[in-house]
C-alpha cells in the first residue's frame, strides 16, 4: 500500500511539473528595444525637423506681437481712443492666436510622432510575435511598459469566475 501511494505521488508530480513546463515565459525591454533600432535615428530626426518648423512659425508670431505691441506703447499717446481700441483688440486677437497655435502645435508634434513611430512599433511587434511563436513561448512580457505584448491564445475564465461570484 505504501510502495503504492509512493508511485501515485510520484506520477503526479510529474504530470504537474510536465504541465508547468510546457508554459514558457519571457520579457523584453521595447523602449531600449526601439531606441537600438536603426530606423529610429531617422525618426527622431523627422520629428525633430517637424518640431523646427513649428517652432520657426511661432517664433514669426511672437516678433509680430512684440512689433505690435511696441508700436503702440510708443504710439499710444497720439492715438484717438477708437484707434487705442482696436489697436488692443488686434494685440489681443494676435495674443489669442499664438496660445492656440502654441497648443496645435503640441498635438500636432505628438500626431506627427505617431505617424513616424508607427512602422516601428509594428516592425518590434512583428519580430517579437515571431520569436515568440518560433521558440514556443507562452508569454512575452514588456518589463518597461508592464503589460503583455504577446500571449498565445486562452481560455476567458471571466464566466467561471462570475459564476463563482453568483454574477449572471
Do not use: W
Request: glycine share 4%.
Amino acid at each position: 500500500m505504501k510502495k503504492s501511494t509512493t508511485i501515485l505521488l510520484i506520477l503526479i508530480t510529474c504530470f504537474t511539473s510536465s504541465l508547468f513546463a510546457q508554459e514558457k515565459f519571457g520579457h523584453i525591454h521595447s523602449e531600449k528595444l526601439i531606441m537600438e533600432m536603426p530606423e529610429t535615428e531617422g525618426a527622431d530626426k523627422a520629428i525633430q525637423e517637424y518640431n523646427q518648423l513649428l517652432e520657426s512659425q511661432l517664433q514669426a508670431m511672437y516678433g509680430e506681437y512684440q512689433t505690435k505691441a511696441g508700436e503702440f506703447q510708443a504710439n499710444e499717446q497720439l492715438m484717438t481712443d477708437v484707434v487705442k481700441e482696436a489697436k488692443i483688440k488686434e494685440i489681443q486677437d494676435l495674443e489669442q492666436r499664438i496660445q492656440q497655435f502654441q497648443q496645435s502645435s503640441q498635438e500636432s508634434i505628438q500626431q506627427k510622432r505617431t505617424e513616424v513611430l508607427a512602422p516601428l512599433l509594428e516592425k518590434a511587434q512583428n519580430a517579437i510575435n515571431e520569436v515568440a511563436e518560433e521558440n514556443n513561448y507562452t508569454y512575452i512580457f514588456d518589463i518597461s511598459l508592464g503589460s503583455i505584448v504577446y500571449g498565445k491564445e486562452s481560455k476567458d475564465i471571466m464566466p467561471l469566475v462570475k459564476t463563482k461570484l453568483g454574477i449572471e
